[in-house]
């Protein structure tokens, strides 16, 4: 007995020895290192600058003047409201269909005929990028041989969500890097010339990254052309009532569509129009034909994110559904989602102003032609110090989801980084939601030096001549 | 069909604009060959809409409904006043009331005062939260922890961090097979599924006994091809309420190393089984001391009543720190085509309790609460059914079996009785969660079990 019992300790103190030293097989050898986040990067570097009047304009989330997140008043209120002895699952489940509602009024129109006759199948979904992947994967389920046509460019991670929901990807022409504008013949080129009933993409507004929106005669083309090739449209709607400050002016696109007769898919995000971007609300949207197909789509759309995450996240919903469905509180969070869109486009304009007082010889126009848009990739994230700084380096507040589409270049960018330890993304996007006269001052200061240095004209500036 | 509607949608569609310019106003509708035009006014322009053509989704059924939550639907729209809902599992009360831990209460009004703000969290979640739920699942001294051995990603629930782990796999070793327990959670077949991981399953429930199948479940898995990932139920299995024993749980780890397999925990009753953090982590601890990689999913659904908040991680169990930062970087990189990055409410508010130490003795002393308020109402059925039941059946099953559910052994057949007859709502499977039983209805409920097991067939 004694024996068994020597046996057996010495046994499995060997077995696990042996184990221990034997686990380092490693079952995830084959893991490489994902490829770092471009944004993420710079972001990394900014925060290990020591410098102490760097900047940064790659990500984009939104400020106030202290250079903190900026959360509608409107959610403090909401907030407290919230009794939590609502949230079983019956109520969970009513207070879905309530926020998916008021989610399809808000896209389609409180009157829209869409709305009235319940032509549509509506899920709560984990904002912008869950509602994406859940069509996504819906799209796959029953058109397992389509593609998806993205805009180049578009918000990257557009390619990844189709990439893993294993449809493949092509793109349309959407941005002329000359006119840095729209490209808009040679998008309805691509249009016509893709197979009859291919399934598109598009931004209703505020174009993620370049900022350039269609105008509503060009939606109407489109809206035509899409007709006549039988292509279905899907609009990725993340940026409504911010583009413009106004909510119906930003779904226009999408309501010419409806109107045209098209059952279109929409995903709508909450993350910027309501600051709740922690908070992962969104709402996917499918029209149909009726309300008997609606229960159908529905259905398979809840089965598709039953098997991801079962159910959305309550606190979100609970917060937006308060917010829309009462009058008072909707009204005042219209009133400071315009405050916010004409900051942005105050500080826009001002760039503008700046950059051409200083006569650069580079033209600026593109900065104010282009929409107050949303190339919301990441956060700018710039401390405001108008108050203490003149003609330096200046921190300013940022938290653009409004990008700007700069026309620099990686070198000039990487030229910024070095020298004035401006922080953007690779590609020359730069968010700025705040952007200070100074700091304007400052920044285009930053830009034409690099001209001067790189390509284009001198820049004549005193002021940038005194650093 | 609806090339010859879209003709004629073209035909009266100008070439200039894409509507009609028509100037007066029409309503009405107008049928052409089977499809439904309709006019309607918009802006002062006509503009037509074309009803039917453009749908896709004709061939598009309806998705059979969710056999759980079917339950609570039909429940619903019961009017008899003695009904009994033993379908999902979800905490109630005594009074069969949902349940909002004081401590969550304690820990939103925390974060009520100090305004946290409602930025994007990272890919891989709230690091403080991360922190916290390796630390409860594997102990704070844990050297697995200590050596950062451990990637932990912040999911959306159990189900959200399964999906991660699925993710993982058919993107690593694509091919590698799941095996899952028969029975096993309805949602597990799902998410692989959608995930396109293949799966099978190995045997666990002996209806004979109604307890484990314990040499069955050796034979498969041993019997599954080398590198096989093994879903286990860490604590509370779900559907059947057994667990393996201390030893027998040695012996599973024992096969799985000797198979070169992989083990994959689903933890959603830490606490909630026994009443007690630790013991209820036992089997995943004992598998990582044996050095093991291990993959666990999380989730704070039951232990912290957040359903709703849908909070919980999937955490990888890997050999050497560098290992598990590299895997880390691929969870996050599949995060983000799925929602980017998880909600913060649910985070903050187990970061609050684990974190504050004052709440998390709260949290433990509430959560013993409602464990032990399920043994009792275990306690309570069983002796409600041995009293009443003169046939000498062994229930004493009711007993062994832990966490909120229950296999009753019944079939369908008797399932279905105890629904329409007895008002009793419960799975098809024979399932019944004691979550949703009071000590008022034991006496009840007993009546049902012992009729429908004796008199239907």
């Known amino acids: ?467 | 069909m609806a090339s010859a509607v879209l003709s004629i949608a073209t035909q009266c569609v100008s070439p200039n604009a894409s509507s009609l310019s028509i100037n007066e106003t029409h309503k009405g509708k107008a049928k052409l060959g089977g499809s439904t035009l309709r006019f309607s006014k918009s802006s002062g322009r006509i503009s037509m809409t074309v009803a039917v053509n453009v749908s896709r989704f004709e061939g598009i059924p309806m998705a059979p409904p969710d056999p759980i939550l079917g339950v609570s639907e039909a429940f619903r729209a019961d009017t008899n006043d003695v009904k009994l809902n033993l379908g999902v599992g979800a905490y109630r009360t005594e009074e069969l009331q949902p349940y909002v831990l004081n401590v969550v209460k304690k820990a939103e009004n925390l974060m009520l005062e100090r305004g946290d703000n409602k930025e994007y969290l990272p890919i891989e979640g709230l690091a403080a939260f991360n922190k916290a739920t390796a630390e409860l699942l594997l102990g704070a001294d844990n050297p697995a922890i200590k050596e950062q051995r451990v990637a932990t990603v912040q999911g959306l629930s159990g189900t959200g961090s399964l999906r991660l782990g699925a993710a993982l796999i058919e993107r690593y070793f694509p091919g590698s097979k799941v095996l899952i327990s028969a029975p096993t959670w309805g949602n597990h077949k799902n998410i692989f599924n959608d995930a396109r991981v293949p799966w099978s399953e190995y045997r666990y429930y002996d209806p004979r006994t109604v307890g484990l199948d314990f040499e069955g479940m050796i034979e498969d898995i041993k019997a599954a091809p080398e590198g096989t990932f093994v879903l286990l139920h860490g604590c509370a299995h779900n559907p059947t309420g057994i667990d393996p024993t201390p030893e027998q749980w040695e012996k599973i780890a024992d096969v799985i190393q000797q198979k070169n397999h992989i083990p994959f925990f689903d933890v959603a009753y830490q606490g909630f089984a026994s009443g007690s953090l630790d013991e209820d982590a036992a089997s995943v601890r004992l598998f990582v001391a044996r050095g093991m990689e291990v993959l666990v999913a999380q989730s704070y659904s039951k232990n912290l009543g957040l359903y709703a908040e849908r909070i919980g991680a999937m955490n990888v169990i890997s050999s050497s720190s560098e290992s598990a930062t590299r895997v880390k970087s691929q969870l996050k990189r599949l995060a983000r085509p799925m929602y980017s990055n998880p909600p913060v409410h649910g985070a903050r508010i187990v970061a609050n309790v684990v974190g504050t130490p004052v709440l998390f003795d709260e949290w433990k002393a509430e959560m013993e609460m409602m464990a032990g308020r399920i043994k009792n109402v275990r306690q309570k059925l069983y002796d409600s059914i041995s009293s009443k039941d003169k046939s000498g059946k062994d229930w004493s099953f009711i007993l062994k079996q832990i966490g909120m559910f229950s296999y009753t052994g019944l079939n369908k057949n008797q399932s279905d009785n105890m629904t329409n007859k007895w008002h009793v709502y419960m799975t098809k499977d024979g399932r019944i969660s004691l979550a949703g039983l009071s000590l008022a209805k034991c006496e009840y409920l007993a009546d049902a079990i012992i009729d429908s097991y004796h008199n239907v067939s």
């Not at chain 1, 899920?123 to 990028?129: C, H, I, K, M, Q």
């Not at chain 1, 045209?260 to 149909?288: E, I, P, R, Y």
């Not at chain 1, 700007?404 to 910024?416: E, I, K, M, T």
């Open chain 1, 1 to 467: 007995m004694i024996m068994v019992v020597m046996w057996r300790y010495f046994n499995g103190r060997t077995a696990r020895r042996f184990v221990s030293t034997c686990s380092g097989h490693g079952w995830w050898d084959k893991v490489r290192v994902a490829p770092k986040n471009p944004i993420v990067s710079v972001n990394e570097s900014f925060l290990a600058d020591p410098f102490p009047h760097k900047v940064n304009l790659a990500m984009g989330t939104y400020r106030d003047d202290n250079g903190k997140p900026f959360t509608p008043q409107c959610f403090g209120d909401a907030e407290a409201k919230i009794n939590r002895y609502t949230l079983e699952e019956t109520n969970s489940s009513e207070v879905s269909s309530k926020f998916v509602m008021e989610s399809v009024k808000l896209a389609y129109g409180n009157d829209s005929f869409v709305v009235r006759e319940g032509l549509y199948a509506g899920v709560p979904a984990l904002s912008g990028t869950g509602a994406c992947r859940l069509f996504a994967e819906f799209q796959r389920n029953f058109y397992p041989d389509s593609l998806i046509h993205l805009p180049d460019p578009t918000w990257p991670n557009h390619h990844n969500i189709w990439r893993q929901a294993q449809i493949p990807v092509k793109t349309f022409h959407y941005y002329d890097p000359d006119t840095k504008g729209l490209d808009f013949d040679a998008l309805i080129n691509d249009i016509k010339n893709a197979p009859d009933s291919s399934i598109f993409l598009l931004h209703p507004c505020a174009h993620n990254p370049t900022g350039v929106d269609s105008t509503e005669e060009q939606w109407r083309e489109i809206s035509y052309q899409f007709k006549v090739k039988n292509h279905f449209p899907f609009f990725d709607m993340a940026y409504q009532g911010f583009s413009s400050g106004d909510l119906d002016k930003d779904a226009a696109a999408l309501r010419i569509f409806v109107e045209d007769g098209h059952l279109v898919g929409c995903a709508q995000s909450f993350a910027k129009n309501m600051g709740l971007f922690g908070h992962k609300v969104g709402c996917l949207s499918v029209l149909t034909r009726d309300i008997k197909q609606a229960a159908a789509v529905k259905s398979q759309l809840q089965h598709i994110a039953h098997s991801m995450y079962s159910s959305p996240p309550i606190h979100g919903i609970l917060l937006v559904t308060m917010i829309l469905s009462d009058p008072n509180m909707k009204e005042q969070w219209k009133k400071e989602m315009k405050i916010m869109a004409n900051r942005i486009r105050a500080m826009r304009t001002t760039l503008h102003r700046n950059l051409e007082d200083l006569d650069s010889s580079f033209n600026w126009e593109h900065i104010t032609n282009q929409v107050f848009g949303v190339v919301i990739l990441h956060i700018c994230c710039f401390t405001f110090c108008l108050r203490k700084q003149i003609m330096t380096l200046v921190h300013v507040p940022n938290s653009g989801w409004h990008v700007l589409f700069s026309g620099l270049a990686p070198d000039q960018v990487r030229h910024l980084e070095k020298l004035f330890h401006i922080y953007m993304s690779p590609d020359g996007r730069i968010r700025y939601a705040y952007v200070e006269k100074i700091g304007n001052q400052f920044f285009s200061h930053g830009r034409c030096d690099t001209k001067q240095c790189k390509l284009f004209g001198k820049c004549n500036s005193s002021s940038y001549k005194n650093q």
